[in-house]
């Protein structure tokens, strides 16, 4: 060490002097580290120019290669800085010359035109221009100077692409130092405050951390810098009279933490292997390295790994229905291309003396430098902003598009706009150049509301698209739609436009004082319970201050003290709409939810099963965690179910909220608690007051992410194998679905229920509780019903179904009856799940004679209502609700490519509501559509000249069609239209634009993406299809033996 400092103190007083550098050098001492295969040699006399080069091929079959190169100048200052250790070297980096080559582009490649990112969906829906449209005004009131879209896209004027070798080298005009250990680890890179541009940063990264290796032979495995993340290495060593080379290879496995934020990386379902190669000569410089990397993402998929519960559809590769030729494909694996293959090499050029003109540009001693790391860095957002990018460029005008969608009333010239608006609000649009909301807001503002009285398919949509932006003129147009004095519109269309205000990001204050004056008018009574739930959504939001939350909820308050224990289904209308308020909900709020749920729960167990799914959000408050546990030791089976269900449901709730917000509490996904201990230890002892449980028990603990869970879980299958047995042949008499848990000794642990108590078990609680069928099968002594599943799509792209129809009548009493249809859908991409959403529809007529009608969805965990101005009267109603979200699923870089893997997710149910009464019977319809489209696009950035990407366009569909009787009868159909799944690859280029002559201006510009190869199809249903799920099926005869009712479950429910 004092060889060292005496080197130092003579650099300094025999060092530069007029420019001048010193000849002398450091090199590591020997007795350091004894066992090292080389010595460092840092000569501060002079610069080592490497030449670095990288070749990426990217994206499976669809061969795109990319070529990087530069000139690498490396300095050494001598030694680091005490705070280090005092056993390492400070390096200076220079890098310049970048250089960024696409290797096999395409001789003619044509525009990449999908504004969606879908390129499949204008193979499957064909555009129609409507000759007449009552829209057809608002083109001469359009006709107006366009506004410039985004800058850099302008066409105006003449454009010039400046020509230069080497365009990004004044990005990396600051140089960067880094702290090289003496056994050859490096352990820190030092930036300039000013190098602020996070992707050159990262370039920079790249050649340093390729010259970092191990050196210590005692360490054959070891921690090793790299960019994509913390991981270990294993190390050979060889060495010889001409110099020494260290080998390194790591692997997925290696890595204990990914340098991508949690929410944008999954490192389950990435796969690594690299080797890497480092050569020193013998006086101890670094004069080589290479290496290769290959990825694949998307491969161990564990969320889609079949579970125990499934229904055996679930589990077939080829989808199970025998009639239907058309769905017999093979699965595909979309992940098949999300490849990266990456190699580099690293090479010492020539050596050159020092001097005070070099210093000047390369060393730069007079700059402020902070720590940086090795990790890359990301920003959790990029993959939103080269999203909104690129949509803008490919949009056009927004009056031109929104123009299009009035008179052609197509649906597909929304969707570009629609994911624009939701990333606009994302990114918060106060920090974007241009924001497309404002025109958006501007064209809908001229449409008069009388016409939309008529029009209301397409209004519905504007105004839809309306709320998706938000912002204040766009709130002031949907409260004038509502205001009871100005509004031409009718009380279901209001209806309507209350919902999506439920779906507006950013909401103020000011649409809250409006709903609660609408509230208390006289005139509203129809609306009041959908006023309501919107009024607590709205709540829920961040941006509204906690005083007008606080008003709303005192609201709620106060209707839940004013209901009596008689009054269910009013309690049950306030406790969803406590729910929507989500994780905002006061102490008082919840010690009201408590008591009302277990008083009322007595006698009325829906009621308690609401309370408990209204402080979904809260579970991990003391006071839900205390009333959950009592809940699970001591109620019955079913409530003993709720309390399971619910925390299911969070947990679902949480790994969806995580996409797109931080969410503070993560229990009960994350975490292991005294509820936890409860399930675990009744899993385990399976005793008679759980074993009617055993099932959700196991599903909840098999979700949460904890390592505890999971040694439970192995415990359980110790001693209790999984034993399936498939459903009987069909017959007249009753199908069973039985699975049991069979112990070494035959020991029983659960049996799934029969059909005529509601079907395939706790898998189907998704629709209704197994005790609320019990109790609804003591009520009505002649009923019909049927449960069913779908699963549509791939397995790494797929939408998953459940729907349950019911219908009961009561002998006895006022013509008794109640007819009940649910549907609910999951979607999945890659390893992400998410909501699509609920629709539920039932008519009860009590014994009383009171008609109760209600018509919900549930969408992200917000209860919307289309309500009725009689509920005793039956019409027709239709209603459609979107929502629209970014998911981001990878981050990671592979030496130089930055890659970025995300989806936009476009969830979208379209329900009619029929409802037809004769005589003494009543018929209700409900026909729910579910839409899934999603825009999986994954793109790859080089030195911010360059970007490939690949999308990946799914449009899946699903429909039912359920009649329920009083009389009582069901039956139902299902299907859906043409669906595909299909892959696009492209490119781009960004090019420096000299756009004024003088003085002199410039700007970058991304170009247009090119097509790198033809679109490939991986999976298509070409044609509409639709099939007899149920034929009627009546209860008339059997009245005097209900409990011998013969139900029958078609073997093949949906398929």
């Given amino acids: 060490m004092q060889f060292v400092h005496i080197l130092a103190v003579l650099a300094i007083l025999f060092g530069r002097q007029g420019g001048d550098a010193v000849d002398t050098y450091v090199n590591v001492p020997t007795g350091a580290l004894p066992n090292l295969v080389t010595r460092l040699r840092c000569a501060t006399s002079e610069t080592l120019l490497y030449k670095y080069e990288t070749t990426t091929q990217l994206w499976g079959s669809t061969n795109q290669q990319f070529k990087t190169s530069c000139d690498v100048h490396i300095t050494c200052l001598g030694e680091a800085p005490d705070k280090y250790g005092g056993n390492a070297l400070l390096f200076n980096a220079f890098i310049n010359h970048v250089k960024v080559v696409l290797l096999n582009a395409p001789e003619h490649p044509e525009d990449y035109v999908s504004g969606d990112l879908n390129p499949v969906e204008a193979d499957v829906i064909i555009i129609k221009r409507v000759v007449s449209s009552p829209f057809e005004a608002l083109a001469s009131s359009n006709k107006r100077k366009k506004r410039q879209t985004f800058e850099g896209l302008s066409n105006v004027g003449q454009q010039i692409i400046v020509d230069e070798p080497y365009p990004i080298d004044d ?24 190098d602020t541009d996070i992707e050159i940063r990262n370039f920079k990264r790249n050649p340093i951390v390729a010259r970092s290796t191990q050196l210590s032979r005692e360490k054959a495995e070891a921690p090793t810098p790299s960019m994509a993340g913390e991981r270990k290495a294993a190390f050979t060593f060889k060495r010889g009279e001409s110099g020494s080379t260290i080998g390194k290879t790591y692997g997925s496995n290696d890595f204990t933490k990914f340098a991508a934020p949690s929410a944008g990386n999954d490192d389950t379902t990435t796969k690594l292997t690299a080797q890497e190669r480092q050569s020193f000569n013998a006086e101890g410089d670094f004069t080589s390295a290479s290496g290769s990397l290959t990825a694949h993402f998307g491969l161990d998929d564990t969320a889609l790994r079949s579970s125990k519960y499934a229904p055996p559809a679930a589990r077939r590769v080829l989808d199970p229905d025998d009639e239907d030729s058309v769905l017999r494909t093979a699965d595909v694996d979309i992940a098949d291309d999300l490849t990266a293959d990456a190699t580099f090499q690293m090479s010492l050029s020539t050596r050159a003396k020092r ?35 690129i949509l803008l460029q490919s949009i056009g005008d927004v009056y031109d598009t929104l123009y299009q969608f009035v008179t052609t009333k197509s649906l597909i010239t929304l969707n570009a706009l629609q994911d624009i608006l939701q990333l606009e609000n994302e990114l918060d649009r106060e920090n974007l150049q241009y924001a497309v909301v404002r025109d958006v807001t501007h064209f809908v503002k001229q449409i008069d509301a009388r016409i939309c009285r008529d029009e209301w398919t397409t209004c519905s949509e504007l105004y839809q698209l309306l709320a998706l932006g938000g912002g ?81 909820s005192d609201l709620l308050l106060s209707e ?115 509820i936890d201990e409860i399930v675990a230890t009744n899993l385990l002892n399976l005793t008679d007051e759980f074993t009617c449980i055993g099932e959700e028990l196991y599903r909840y603990l098999e979700m949460k992410k904890n ?98 129809i019911f219908a009961g009548k009561r002998t006895s009493g006022l013509n008794q009856y109640k007819l009940f249809t649910k549907m609910v859908g999951k979607g999945q991409i890659f390893s992400k799940t998410f909501d699509i959403g609920t629709v539920l529809a039932y008519r009860i007529r009590s014994s009383l004679g009171i008609t109760y009608q209600r018509r919900y969805m549930v969408i992200a965990g917000k209860v919307l209502l289309k309500p009725d101005t009689n509920s005793v009267a039956c019409n027709t109603r239709t209603w459609h609700y979107e929502r629209n979200f970014y998911i981001p699923i990878y981050k ?164």
């Fill in 892 to 1055: 990671i870089t592979i030496y130089i490519a930055s890659i970025d893997i995300g989806a936009q997710i476009r969830p979208r149910f379209e329900v009619n509501f029929i409802c037809k009464a004769k005589g003494s019977n009543t018929l209700l319809k409900v026909q729910p559509k579910a839409i899934l489209r999603i825009a999986a696009s994954a793109q790859a950035s080089f030195a911010k000249l360059v970007r490939g990407g690949i999308t990946i366009g799914v449009n899946l569909n699903f429909f039912i069609e359920t009649i329920t009787e009083s009389i009582p009868c069901i039956s139902g159909q299902y299907g859906y239209d043409p669906m595909t799944i299909s892959i696009e690859a492209w490119y781009q280029i960004r090019s420096k634009i000299k756009f004024q002559w003088w003085p002199p201006k410039f700007k970058w510009t991304w170009g247009s993406r090119k097509k790198y190869s033809p679109s490939s199809l991986k999976w298509k249903i070409s044609s509409p299809y639709r099939r007899t799920w149920l034929s009627r099926r009546c209860d008339v005869y059997r009245i005097n033996f209900p409990f011998n009712l013969s139900i029958r479950i078609p073997r093949r429910l949906f398929g």
């Fill in 355 to 389: 001097s005070a003109e070099t210093d000047d540009i390369a060393v730069r001693n007079d700059l402020d430098y902070v720590s940086g790391g090795l990790m890359a860095e990301y920003d959790r957002d990029s993959g939103k902003k080269n999203q909104l990018e």
């Fill in 171 to 194: 990005d990396m005009a600051i140089p960067c130092q880094f702290v090289q250990n003496y056994d050859g680890n490096i352990v820190d890179i030092l930036y300039a405050a000013a």
């Fill in 560 to 674: 839940l003290q004013e209901s009596s224990c008689e009054q269910a289904d009013a309690i049950i209308d306030v406790l969803q709409a406590v729910g929507n308020l989500g994780d905002t909900l006061s102490d008082r709020m919840i010690d009201d939810v408590i008591a009302k749920g277990s008083v009322c729960g007595r006698t009325h167990e829906a009621v308690s099963q609401a309370s408990m799914y209204a402080l979904r959000d809260v579970s991990d408050d003391d006071a839900v965690q205390t009333y959950y546990g009592q809940s699970l030791l001591d109620e019955d089976c079913d409530i003993k179910a709720a309390v399971i269900t619910t925390l299911i449901d969070r947990m679902f709730r949480i790994q969806e909220q995580q996409y797109t917000e931080s969410v503070e509490s993560k229990w009960p996904l994350i975490g292991f608690n005294e």
């Fill in 707 to 804: 390592d505890k869970a999971v040694e439970i879980l192995e415990e359980f299958r110790k001693n209790y194998d999984v034993e399936e047995l498939l459903e009987d042949e069909e017959d007249d008499g009753e199908q069973n679905y039985n699975a049991t848990y069979s112990h070494e000794r035959q020991k029983r642990a659960w049996d799934h229920k029969t059909c005529s108590s509601w079907g395939h078990s706790t898998y189907y609680n998704i629709l209704q509780t197994s005790g609320q069928f019990s109790s609804d099968k003591n009520i009505y002594n002649r009923r019909r019903h049927c449960l069913a599943y779908k699963r549509v799509g791939v397995s790494k792209a797929n939408a998953k179904f459940y729907a349950g």
């Fill in 472 to 552: 204040s003129v766009a709130e002031r147009l949907l409260v004038e739609r509502l205001d009871p004095v100005l509004t031409q519109l009718t009380e279901d269309q209001q209806a309507d436009v209350l919902n999506y205000i439920t779906s507006m990001p950013k909401p103020s204050p000011y649409i809250l004082y409006f709903l609660k004056r609408i509230y208390n008018s006289e005139n509203t009574s129809m609306l009041l319970p959908t006023i309501r739930l919107t009024m607590a959504s709205v709540a829920s939001r961040d941006t509204i201050p906690e005083e007008v939350r606080a008003s709303v």
